[in-house]
């Protein structure tokens, strides 16, 4: 079974604090994703990554950053909080161009 | 710009009958296509994926794909109240992302 954890189901933090979301997946899969969902806009592709060091910008990447050090770990970071990113957070992740495996998501709120 | 597009419901239908769940999809050159459910709360189980026109059935799950007229389709047979959830359509439009409908949702009642 395909395994994708993420590092908290809830944060709360506040207007421009630094936010680390952190991704693990125990499947050896080479692709990696961070999307955020929101109320009537659907699932939107952040960033995204091929491989360890590799980055790809997704369709809203502006605000975030992300890092991948190790092949099983995807952080998603937010430079400086803001209420509009207020959010749930999903990462997921994939061999090849096979299904996306996802993980329980974070509801992430700005305050 | 790729697009999927889902009508958002609610589909209501009674329990034990089939619900039909569709989606278009925009990008012609589009190889493979994933069907999700997300409960309220939670995040997306992947439940089928069909690469090839035709149908692919797994157990009450039947995928139904229709590359011609860009059209895929999910039917539920035998609908149950645990089926109620919403359900995303998704399609591969670059090498490994995904676009994803903002998804249909289903309501069966006892």
């Known amino acids: 079974d395909v395994k994708v954890t993420q590092s908290s189901r809830y944060l709360v933090k506040r207007t421009g604090e630094k936010v680390f979301l952190e991704c693990v997946q125990d499947?050896?899969?080479?692709?990696m994703f961070w999307y955020r969902q929101d109320p009537g806009l659907g699932l939107r592709l952040i960033y995204f990554s091929y491989d360890v060091k590799m980055k790809e910008k997704g369709d809203i990447p502006e605000g975030y950053s992300v890092s991948r050090e190790k092949k099983e770990r995807f952080s998603l970071i937010l430079e400086s909080a803001s209420t509009n990113q207020t959010s749930m957070y999903l990462c997921?992740?994939?061999?090849?161009?096979?299904?996306?495996?996802f993980g329980p998501g974070t509801r992430l709120t700005v305050l | 710009q790729k697009e999927v597009e889902q009508n958002s419901g609610p589909l209501s239908v009674p329990e034990g009958a089939i619900a039909s769940l569709n989606c278009t999809y925009s990008d012609r050159g589009s190889q493979s296509f994933f069907w999700y459910r997300q409960y309220s709360g939670k995040s997306p189980e992947l439940i089928m994926f069909i690469y090839s026109n035709g149908d692919k059935e797994d157990g009450r799950f039947t995928a139904q794909l229709n590359k011609a007229s860009q059209y895929v389709s999910l039917l539920i047979r035998d609908s149950q109240p645990s089926d109620s959830a919403t359900y995303l359509c998704?399609?591969?439009?670059?090498?490994?992302?995904?676009?994803f409908g903002k998804g249909t949702m289903l309501l069966v009642s006892p």
């Open positions: 997921a992740s994939t061999k090849g161009q096979g299904p996306q495996y």
């Open positions: 499947m050896d899969h080479e692709n």
């Open positions: 998704a399609v591969i439009t670059g090498y490994s992302t995904l676009t």
